[in-house]
Structures are given as structure tokens and as C-alpha cells.
């Protein structure tokens, strides 16, 4: 076992694709290659070594009626018989010590395996097995390492990733390289429509969409055959190129090193499964002899205080300026190496077994506590004196206590610290190198060691034992809670508290030092992260503030919208922005109150002029497994119910009225494939909480602002607004808004798009607004 070398042999690496179709004439259905007349048309491979460089092969199947060869693609080769084929490939798959590609797992594998049985190639089959590698049962071949890179993605490198379609992937890791655009599913029309032969050799896409008639694929989205031969190169290219530039086999080979792994076990086994593996022998590297006995998680202790989680508090819908954040250093890691936390140092007891056993309470304890607002108001903690202390424990309140043994060494803190040192080196030689296998490292470390909280807190994890976890988020909340009060004391008022960080207006200092005196924790530390501009605190786990560069950044928005909710977010933050911290003079000639309506209407008026196409605005979102959903009605729910196999994945979908009846609310959530417009209300609808506490803060500031927000986007009088707002555009070709204020007072504004100049005018007479109105 050598943790430090991570560099890899020169082994010849392949990375490989396949392209199915499903031959008895289900054009909808995905040929997995489980049902007999699935067949794979096309295979191409990247394979490479550091001494003979890169060689690349394609292997195809003629389409029907097709006799010469299609394209001359360097090391192409045409067949009429996919037998011939897979032959060749698997020959051409002997020299490489590691295939790879992506979702092989899943697909390509078990398709290929699938097409050897039904073809009685049993001489070949014979090389294929199966392991269990944790939960995994994956392929085996020829005792070659199989590295699925969805799997690696997935699993360490998801940082930044839209999704894990391999397209994602590549516009994000690789910049300027994508999937070529065009459907695999044209692919079909290709070997099944008998005259595609005529067409095979053709350059004109038009010319062979015509011919060919593929119904489901638009001609955008369509090739020609030599198109799509470039497809399939393309992207075993793509899996060749991610493969060198996150230097994944030395990766692999580091990990392993930790506790003498093979390569594909460090891919796919779970932090849990490595930690323990990591523990039984890194621990042991590092001089300790460790018999591991893992605990089951056991039942919750009787009294009033049961699990909590982190604490979250902030003065809700607030702005702010220059505001400093100060954020703990890995809080829960330096939390259990600060108080020696480890399986036989650290327990809970009743107050009743503390006062039974005079060994416990010769040790360190702390009362074991639920928090709340109160504690923000209530000091505990003494900042007022010269060092932070836990509250103390008093058998007569406190039903619970944490009980510490600090004077034996634990081997659980001394593998965390470490993982810690280790990280910072390799964060050292990520600054020096640029090397993105150190990034990498330093990540999948920070990842291992916070995980180790969690780990331990779910009954299914074979290091689970609660009494750790519950112990470290309890001394978590006491450490931010008496940072929170030290802040107060020092006459600073923190704004917003998360988990780990305080944010600070007004914080004169880059640095922390004042509070990491008080504190005077060994391994806790406060650190300076930044600071802002400007605030805007919505709610808990909801805040927008602005960089020093001027960077507007949300947080608790949704993070993967589509353009036309990106628009109207930035429309209203835009608005919203101006009203509250650059507030213009000469907009006063309109109230407060009427510019909020106004930036409301406007903006849905202007999305609705807006190109409808659902493919470009669709919304995507994570799934999870059907069972996991508590809701029955939910968008993804509907969407899974109809396709199951997109469970853990992202999806791609949008809202269309038009597509189905009322009573038929499965057909509202609709596949991005099988919708024909968006419908900009419902995702107006989706975001419509943030909107409004954002339209609220800046100018109606009205206590319940969601009413007159719902009086507006009521369906009935919504179409009858666009309508009549419709009906004067056609006939004036001028843009308007006309909106009511208690009936009396009446707002009206110009909007002429195509000059892109506007003009607002208040009309207070309500004669004047009858004759506005029956224009």
C-alpha cells in the first residue's frame, strides 16, 4: 500500500460506443438489447497508450440493399453481418488493460452480452462474468478494468454538471465540444425503411429526410448516414477526451492506494463501504491495531430532547450593506477532532445513568440540547467573558448529556486529521500544478471526511452509531450559537446564521481573530470568506447579494431553470434591485405600490411575446425513485409514472394545457418530446412565492401580499386582461397596461416594444381612466 503514488502504468485504454436499433419495426422503443430483434449497427472505438498515441476504429453494418463501403473514415470497416462485427471489436478490445465509456454499466454492456446470446456466440459470451462490488453487480471481461464514466461523474466529479447526459457533461468539462445534433433515433429509418439504400451515400440532409420520412425526427434534427457514423465516433471521442483531462485512471489508482483496493472497487464502492475498508487499514498504517466492532444505530434515548439538525436563523426580508461572511473551516470534522469523538470516547446518557456512574462523571460533559429562536436572545456561553464555554450540564434540567473521554488518543480523529493534512497538500499542489487530478483529490477527501456525519447517522451504514452525529451538530449549534452572541457583544448584529457561517454587516476586519480567541477550541476555526456588497435576505436558505465586483448571485433559487423563468427572475430581481438600494427619482411620479404592479404585468406580457418552442424552454430536474415520493401529484411524480426507467435521472419537462383536458392532470406535466408550446403561466406559477416576497419587499409591503398577488394571476380575470390587452394592440399596434388600485386610482402605461422606449402616465381622475379603458 503506497497512499502517495497515484501515478498509473502505461496501460492501452479503449473507449468505446454502440448504436442499437430495434428491428421489428417499434421505432418509440429503446433497443437495450433484450428483446431478440434489437440489433447493434454501429461500434466505434478510441483506443490509446502514451507510446503509440491514439488510433480510433469504426465498425458499421451496411444499411439494406447497400454494397459499398459508406464513408472512408480512417480504420472504417463495413459489414453485412453483425456477427463479423462484434467479432472484430472484441478482437480489436484485446490489447487494451482498461475499456472504457459511458453508461456501459446500464446499456452498452449488458446490450452487447444480450446480442452474444441470441447470436450463440458462446465462445465469446464465455469471457464475459459479473462482481459485486458493495451494492454493484457490474460486467467483468478478460479481467480487464471497466471504467463506466457515468459512474465516475457521478460519483466525484458531479461539481458544476447541468446532469450527467454525457452531452452535459462534455459542454461543461471539455468547453467547446458536444454531442453532434442530431437524434439517435433517426438512426431506425436508416436499416428499416427498404429504399434507404438509394440514399446511403447522399451529402444532402433535406434530400434524405424527404426520402426517408422520419415522422418523429425533425429535419434539424436528422442526418445523413455518414452523419451519423460521425455520431457514433464522436462520441466515444467525447469519453476518450473526459477520460485524459480528469486523469481518471490515476484517480482510481490513488484512491485505491489508501487501503489496497482494486482500481474498480475504489469506483464503486460507496463512502461508507470505503470508509470502513479505509479504517481496517489505513488505520493500522497509521499505528493503530484496530479489532472494528460497528455499532447498529440504536433506539432514541427517553426524554425530551431527540435528534436536531443545524441551526438557521435570520431577520426575515431585509437588505443590507457591506456585509462580511464568516463561515467555520469543515465544521463537523474539526468538531469531532476538537472533542476526541470517536466510538468508544463518546457516548449520550440519561441524566439518570450520568449520576449512576462516577466514571462519567469524571469526564468531559455537555448538556445535550434542542435550540431555538430563544437562544438567539438567551447568552449561554459567556461572551461577555474571557473564552467561549458549553453550557453546564445540570442533572435537574437536562434529561441528556454528551460524556467525552479526552484523555485517551482515539484512532477516529487522528484518520480525520489525517484526511485533512492530506487534502491541504494536495490543495497546495492544485495551486502549483494546475493539475486537475489534485483538484480532484482535495475534493473526493473533503467529500470522504464531511460524509463521515452522515455516514454514521444512517441505520443502513455499516459504521452507523448515532450518539457520534448527534454529538457533533450539538456542539456544532453551541460553537455558532456563542460565536452569534460574541458578535452581539462586540455591538455587530449578524444578520443571517446557516449551519456553518455567520453573515455580518458592518464587519470592519478580513479576518476572524478577535472571535477564534474567544472560541479557544483546538481544530475549530472561524474564517473570513468574503464579503458582500449588498444584501437581500428573503427567508431561511433564500438570499441574493452582490459581489464586491458587482456579481449578482442568487442562493435557494432553483438551479437548473430555463430561459423564459431565467428571464422573468431577472426582470423582477432587476426591478426589485433598483427599487430597494438605487431607488430613481424620477420614477416617484408613480407610486411605490403601482411600479410593483406594473413590474409584474409587464413582465408576464413580455414572456408571453416570447417564442414558445418547449424544447428550448423546458424545465429540468432531478427524479428519484417513484417510492421516495410522499406526493402523488407532483410534477415528477407524473412524469415517472409514465416513465419509470427515468428514475435518478435528470428530466427535461414543461407544462401544456392544450395537450390534454382538465380532468386528464397527468397530461398538464408533459416529456419535452410530445409538447408543442409552453405554457408561460404555469411557469410563471412555479416561481410565483419568490416573486412576490421579492415585488413585496421593494414596494407593496403589504402583510399578506399573496392575495392581491393571486386577484392578479386569477385565470378568469388573467385572460380577460390579455385579452382586452390583445384586442387594443391589434388595433392601435401600441403595447399597453392598465391596472386598478382600490378601484379609485388608476395606472396607466405605455409599452412600445418595437421603439423600446416607455412613457408612464398617472391618471387619478376616474372619468379620464373610463375613456382609457373603452379604448
Not at 554 to 561: E, S, V
Amino acid at each position: 500500500m503506497q497512499p502517495d503514488r497515484y501515478d498509473s502504468p502505461d496501460w492501452t485504454i479503449g473507449a468505446f460506443d454502440l448504436e442499437t436499433v430495434p428491428m421489428d419495426g417499434a421505432e418509440d422503443r429503446v433497443p437495450t438489447g433484450l428483446d431478440a430483434s434489437d440489433k447493434i449497427v454501429m461500434i466505434s472505438l478510441y483506443r490509446w497508450n502514451k507510446r503509440k498515441g491514439v488510433q480510433t476504429f469504426l465498425l458499421y453494418l451496411l444499411p439494406p440493399g447497400t454494397t459499398a463501403k459508406i464513408a472512408s473514415f480512417p480504420r472504417s470497416y463495413a459489414y453485412e453481418s453483425e456477427e463479423s462485427m462484434i467479432k472484430d471489436f472484441l478482437r480489436l478490445l484485446d490489447p487494451c488493460q482498461v475499456v472504457t465509456g459511458y453508461n456501459i454499466y446500464k446499456f452498452d454492456l449488458k446490450c452487447l452480452i444480450c446480442r452474444l446470446l441470441f447470436l450463440k456466440m458462446y465462445d465469446s459470451l464465455a469471457y464475459f462474468s459479473s462482481m459485486r462490488v458493495g451494492t454493484e453487480i457490474v460486467t467483468t471481461y478478460k479481467e480487464k478494468l471497466i471504467v463506466d464514466l457515468y459512474q465516475y461523474f457521478k460519483t466525484f466529479s458531479g461539481y458544476d454538471l447541468p446532469g450527467f447526459k454525457l452531452d452535459d457533461v462534455a459542454r461543461v468539462k471539455l468547453k467547446d465540444e458536444a454531442k453532434i445534433p442530431i437524434k439517435s433515433q433517426g438512426i431506425w429509418y436508416w436499416y428499416t425503411r427498404p429504399e434507404a439504400y438509394r440514399w446511403a451515400h447522399s451529402e444532402n440532409v433535406a434530400e434524405c429526410h424527404a426520402a426517408l420520412n422520419p415522422g418523429r425526427v425533425p429535419l434539424t434534427q436528422f442526418g445523413t448516414f455518414r452523419m451519423y457514423l460521425e455520431y457514433c465516433l464522436h462520441d466515444s471521442k467525447l469519453v476518450y477526451m473526459l477520460f485524459e483531462k480528469e486523469t481518471v485512471l490515476d484517480f482510481l489508482v490513488g484512491r485505491a492506494n489508501f487501503s489496497s483496493l482494486p482500481a474498480d472497487h475504489a469506483l464503486l464502492l460507496g463512502n461508507s463501504s470505503f470508509l470502513k475498508d479505509v479504517l481496517q487499514t489505513y488505520g493500522t498504517l497509521l499505528g493503530f491495531f484496530i479489532n472494528t466492532h460497528f455499532f447498529n444505530i440504536q433506539e432514541e434515548k427517553t426524554g425530551q430532547e431527540t435528534y436536531q439538525g443545524a441551526l438557521n436563523h435570520c431577520q426575515l426580508q431585509q437588505a443590507y450593506e457591506n456585509v462580511a461572511v464568516l463561515d467555520f473551516v469543515s465544521m463537523y470534522p474539526s468538531s469531532l477532532l476538537s472533542a476526541n469523538m470517536c466510538y468508544g470516547t463518546c457516548g449520550i446518557l440519561t441524566s439518570d445513568e450520568w449520576l449512576a456512574s462516577p466514571t462519567a462523571q469524571t469526564l468531559t460533559t455537555i448538556p445535550y440540547r434542542n435550540h431555538s429562536e430563544e437562544n438567539f436572545k438567551q447568552d449561554e456561553w459567556g461572551s461577555d467573558s474571557p473564552h467561549f464555554h458549553y453550557p453546564t450540564f445540570d442533572p435537574n434540567r437536562d434529561s441528556l448529556a454528551i460524556v467525552i473521554n479526552q484523555n485517551t488518543v482515539a484512532f477516529l480523529p487522528c484518520v480525520v486529521e489525517h484526511f485533512i493534512e492530506l487534502r491541504k497538500k494536495h490543495q497546495r499542489q492544485w495551486k502549483e500544478t494546475s493539475s486537475v487530478y489534485h483538484y480532484n483529490a482535495q475534493l473526493c477527501i473533503k467529500i470522504l471526511i464531511n460524509s463521515l456525519y452522515g455516514i454514521m447517522a444512517n441505520k443502513d451504514s455499516c459504521l452507523a452509531y448515532l450518539d457520534i452525529p448527534k454529538s457533533i451538530v450539538s456542539l456544532s449549534r453551541n460553537q455558532i450559537l456563542g460565536s452569534y452572541h460574541r458578535c452581539k457583544h462586540l455591538k455587530f448584529d449578524p444578520c443571517y446564521i446557516d449551519t456553518d457561517s455567520l453573515m455580518v454587516p458592518e464587519w470592519p476586519w478580513n479576518h476572524c481573530d478577535t472571535i477564534n480567541e474567544w472560541l479557544n477550541l483546538p481544530k475549530v476555526e472561524l474564517k473570513y470568506e468574503q464579503r458582500m456588497k449588498r444584501l437581500l435576505v428573503l427567508c431561511k436558505k433564500r438570499y441574493i447579494y452582490e459581489t464586491e465586483k458587482g456579481q449578482i448571485v442568487t442562493k435557494g433559487f432553483q438551479k437548473r431553470i430555463n430561459p423564459i423563468v431565467e428571464f422573468m427572475s431577472d426582470v423582477i430581481l432587476k426591478a426589485v434591485w433598483q427599487a430597494i438600494f438605487l431607488p430613481d427619482e424620477a420614477e416617484q411620479t408613480v407610486s411605490l405600490t403601482s411600479q410593483g404592479w406594473i413590474v409584474l404585468v409587464d413582465t408576464l406580457l413580455r414572456v408571453m411575446y416570447m417564442c414558445r418552442d418547449p424544447k428550448k424552454f423546458s424545465i429540468c430536474r432531478k427524479t428519484k425513485n417513484l417510492e421516495d415520493y410522499k406526493s402523488k401529484s407532483c410534477t415528477a411524480m407524473r412524469i415517472l409514472t409514465k416513465y419509470p426507467d427515468k428514475a435518478n435521472d435528470y428530466v427535461d419537462y414543461t407544462y401544456s394545457r392544450s395537450d390534454g383536458a382538465a380532468s386528464e392532470a397527468t397530461k398538464w406535466v408533459l416529456d419535452v418530446e410530445e409538447c408543442e408550446w409552453v405554457n408561460y403561466e404555469q411557469l410563471f406559477m412555479s416561481q410565483k412565492k419568490i416573486y412576490c416576497t421579492l415585488l413585496n419587499m421593494a414596494f407593496w409591503k403589504l402583510p399578506d401580499p399573496i392575495k392581491w398577488f393571486d386577484l392578479i394571476l386569477n385565470t378568469l380575470h388573467w385572460k380577460s386582461f390579455v385579452h382586452a390587452e390583445l384586442k387594443y394592440y391589434y388595433k392601435t399596434r401600441k403595447r399597453f397596461v392598465l391596472l386598478v388600485e382600490q378601484k379609485v386610482r388608476y395606472t396607466f402605461k405605455i409599452n412600445d416594444h418595437f421603439k423600446r422606449k416607455r412613457g408612464t402616465l398617472v391618471l387619478d381622475n376616474e372619468e379620464t381612466a373610463k375613456k382609457v379603458k373603452n379604448c
